[in-house]
């Protein structure tokens, strides 16, 4: 009796293993054939899209792109904006390098020592999809090139490779739109190859990377390349640029101070520790 009790513990054991065990299998399909409906809902022309890799790294990572409808609801609920602040607007695609965002977002995001805000900062990319950085940060975009609103700053990031963002119309014609709007527009490391693409900083002086000036000038002659290696920021008119990476700090930094005061920018930079950075020695 005693071993029948056992023999029938075992068989129940046996089949609830293998109904679980089944289970996961049913989901992996399932969110196989998710992806799939939403790569032909979303992603039909990997050239069009500032984010063509963005499909492989959400299944490597276990993420789902949005259907249609969460879309429509996520446009619908946008990040709210203070009327009376100039908007500062950053673009994400995938491969961005992270700096280049956070540096700008580090920046302008800060209260002054009353506490009073500046700034609306807010993220654009092409679509509500994740955006994965070069590092590996997965974000997500508070408006899209479609419903962002007027910019009084735009600040152009880069990826390492920036081929696929320069073929791309979609985020070219934006650059060329709101640089009608922006008092200023800013290019980070090799960002600038969307401004020489966009056409708008012709006859303009801009610096790119430390080792990209001589290609940045030979692919868009009319711009003014400067000496990468000597000069880590540019300013021409409405237009300026950085080497990239921290050096995005430059860019954001001089910004700031024409867009509020020396002194804002001073507690900024005392806010973030810079001098500490600066003065570090092991």
């Not at 009796?1 to 109904?19: D, E, F, G, H």
């Not at 500046?118 to 508070?142: C, H, Q």
Request: aromatic share 6%.
């Amino acid at each position: 009796m005693k071993n029948l009790k056992i023999i029938t513990i075992t068989l129940l054991a046996t089949i609830l293993v293998s109904c679980n065990s089944e289970k996961p299998k049913e989901d992996t399909k399932s969110t196989a054939k998710m992806v799939s409906e939403n790569q032909i809902e979303t992603n039909t022309d990997p050239l069009a899209s500032c984010s063509p890799r963005i499909l492989e790294r959400n299944a490597e990572s276990g993420l789902i792109l949005l259907t249609e409808t969460q879309k429509t609801k996520l446009s619908e609920k946008l990040k709210k904006l203070n009327p009376d602040l100039p908007i500062v607007g950053l673009l994400m695609y995938d491969d961005v390098l992270t700096t280049e965002l956070t540096a700008p977002m580090d920046v302008f995001t800060k209260l002054t020592k009353e506490g009073k805000q500046l700034f609306n900062v807010i993220t654009i990319a092409e679509t509500y999809d994740f955006i994965v950085s070069e590092e590996g940060l997965k974000m997500f975009p508070d408006y899209t090139l479609e419903n962002a609103p007027k910019l009084d700053i735009l600040i152009v990031p880069s990826a390492y490779d920036m081929s696929l963002q320069v073929k791309n119309k979609n985020l070219v014609d934006f650059i060329k739109s709101q640089n009608n709007n922006t008092e200023y527009t800013v290019s980070n490391c090799a960002g600038a190859t969307l401004i020489g693409e966009s056409g708008i900083a012709d006859g303009k002086k801009i610096v790119t990377w430390i080792g990209g000036g001589e290609d940045l000038q030979k692919n868009y002659p009319n711009l003014k390349v400067q000496d990468d290696g000597n000069i880590s920021y540019m300013e021409d008119g409405k237009f300026l640029s950085s080497n990239g990476n921290l050096a995005s700090y430059i860019s954001s930094l001089e910004l700031l101070e024409k867009l509020s005061s020396k002194e804002h920018r001073e507690f900024v930079e005392s806010y973030l520790y810079l001098d500490r950075l600066q003065n570090w020695k092991k």
